[in-house]
């Protein structure tokens, strides 16, 4: 069976601005800001910091490593790794397939909340106008009893835009759209943190958020916080960088590019809780209040307590309206399309479909379930729901699994650090191998044990049990199944691959693939 060329980056910064638009999220903007007030302001930028370089980055490397050794989606390199290895590429490729049909959704909130900002059509109740008038949310969850089209029509809008720059391909679609996207997202939110620092009261939010607390310092939560942080914001544990680095040429610095996704994911983040926190400096201000009780994170945050902000302003509330919820709409874009391409990769390794092909039929699946089941009055409790369940019982546990499998089973971590240092300009140490074989899965395991632990005490959110069991519990367990069962399906083209791979290893040759000269 003759082998498609796959597909490659134009650029190395081609590579890093979509690897960056991947990590460069909503959470950046509306998670990092609470985070770090509610964990020590100043503080906790030594633990942040320190979750960065011994969890963040190592991590980063791992999957760049895997990817550009294999140059392949997640779970043929996780096969080619170890049969049994395949599971884990497939639960993540399941992982987002679950977080892209409701990541949409709010892309799509977002880019409806431009129009309204320029109108201030919230009036004198953001809250009310949010889930009553836009989203028309059902009193309790269930099932769906009707849908709205002024959440419809946007979310239709955003899928085609996402869809029509994954067929264009890796080079032409991906690569040329975080070219625009990045260098525009950086400059509207540049502009937007400048609006916000004129603000009267902008200072005693900026006091809020960076005044240190150093006796944080002494509580495992706020390093918890800090490590969950730094792993929820950079795409890692669920196949995007293990997808992207496989498009990557046979030169490429693994090491340096991993360094500076990091720090640019991170510098967003703090130029994200300047911003957000001289704008809630000003609400406090106006209201008389202290910045406690205005801050938030979260839906909260963008569509409730920002639309106030936007009304209180003096003047120019429209524009900084504009500017935010545009900064929502092209982060959110830039990620989601991460998240599709890992799909869609995987599809296109198993099935051999082309680009054009696996894109109109996976794509088309996704968009297909987000449009059916997020624009209804019940629609943001499923988004609730999916995104607590998958993010700490998916993205999570599957990152855990996988450094326990590669680093503790396998023990392939000196493998894949020999790869990296025979292509990057920095060389990786012991202190690579130690950071992923004990400090993070340690981590990660004393955050699934706290997590599950707070989960079986109480309902979260008040959810009724026969909901969090279907669209919680039955969500994330059901992407491990599907895992397991999809990696029982016989593939032919993974073993004859598999075992090229171990006559290499065997042989001492580091080259994976001849398709890629």
Not at 452 to 464: D, I, K, M, Q, T
């Amino acid at each position: 069976m003759v082998q498609q060329t796959r597909e490659q980056w134009g650029t190395r910064a081609g590579f890093l601005m979509a690897a960056i638009g991947s990590a460069v999220g909503l959470g950046n903007i509306w998670r990092f800001p609470y985070i770090a007030y509610d964990n020590g302001g100043g503080a906790f930028l030594v633990p942040y910091l320190v979750a960065l370089l011994t969890a963040g980055i190592p991590l980063l490397i791992l999957e760049y490593s895997i990817g550009h050794r294999y140059r392949s989606s997640a779970p043929l390199a996780y096969r080619r790794i170890s049969r049994p290895a395949e599971a884990i590429g497939w639960w993540q490729v399941a992982i987002c397939f679950v977080i892209a049909v409701y990541y949409g959704a709010i892309i799509a909130w977002s880019a409806s909340y431009i129009w309204f900002s320029v109108t201030e059509a919230w009036g004198d109740d953001p809250n009310g106008f949010f889930f009553g008038e836009y989203l028309q949310m059902s009193e309790t969850p269930g099932g769906v009893t009707g849908y709205v089209p002024a959440v419809a029509l946007p979310l239709i809008a955003v899928w085609v835009v996402v869809l029509a720059i994954l067929a264009l391909g890796i080079r032409k679609g991906v690569e040329r759209a975080n070219r625009i996207f990045i260098p525009l997202l950086v400059v509207l939110f540049l502009i937007m943190v400048v609006q916000a620092l004129t603000l009267e009261g902008a200072t005693t939010g900026l006091d809020a958020l960076f005044t240190p607390d150093w006796s944080a310092m002494l509580d495992g939560g706020v390093w918890v916080a800090a490590y969950g942080q730094i792993f929820f914001s950079l795409s890692i544990g669920f196949g995007i960088m293990v997808t992207y680095a496989s498009y990557l040429k046979r030169k490429a610095d693994l090491t340096g590019s991993a360094m500076v996704a990091g720090f640019a994911n991170s510098s967003f983040e703090l130029l994200a809780g300047i911003g957000v926190f001289a704008a809630l400096g000003f609400m406090a201000t106006a209201a008389g209040s202290a910045v406690d009780e205005v801050a938030t994170s979260g839906i909260g945050l963008a569509f409730i307590a920002f639309p106030q902000i936007i009304s209180t302003l003096p003047f120019g509330g429209s524009m900084f309206g504009v500017l935010f919820f545009a900064s929502l709409v092209i982060a959110g874009l830039s990620s989601l399309i991460s998240i599709v391409e890992v799909v869609v990769s995987a599809v296109q390794d198993r099935v051999g479909l082309g680009r054009l092909q696996a894109v109109l039929m996976v794509g088309g699946v996704i968009a297909l379930v987000s449009v059916l089941v997020f624009p209804t009055h019940e629609g943001l409790y499923y988004l609730d729901v999916f995104d607590r369940f998958i993010n700490q019982y998916g993205i999570v546990l599957a990152a855990l699994v996988t450094l326990i499998v590669f680093g503790w089973v396998l023990r392939r971590l000196p493998v894949f650090q020999e790869h990296t240092n025979a292509v990057s300009s920095i060389r990786l140490g012991a202190w690579w191998k130690i950071t992923l074989g004990v400090i993070t899965p340690i981590l990660l395991g004393f955050m699934m044990w706290d997590s599950l632990r707070a989960e079986l005490a109480e309902n979260y959110g008040g959810y009724p049990v026969g909901f969090l069991l279907s669209a919680g519990w039955g969500v994330a367990i059901g992407a491990i199944v599907i895992g397991v069962v999809v990696a029982l399906v016989p593939w032919r083209r993974a073993d004859r691959m598999a075992a090229q791979d171990a006559e290499r290893l065997k042989s001492g040759t580091t080259d994976t693939e001849e398709g890629d000269r």
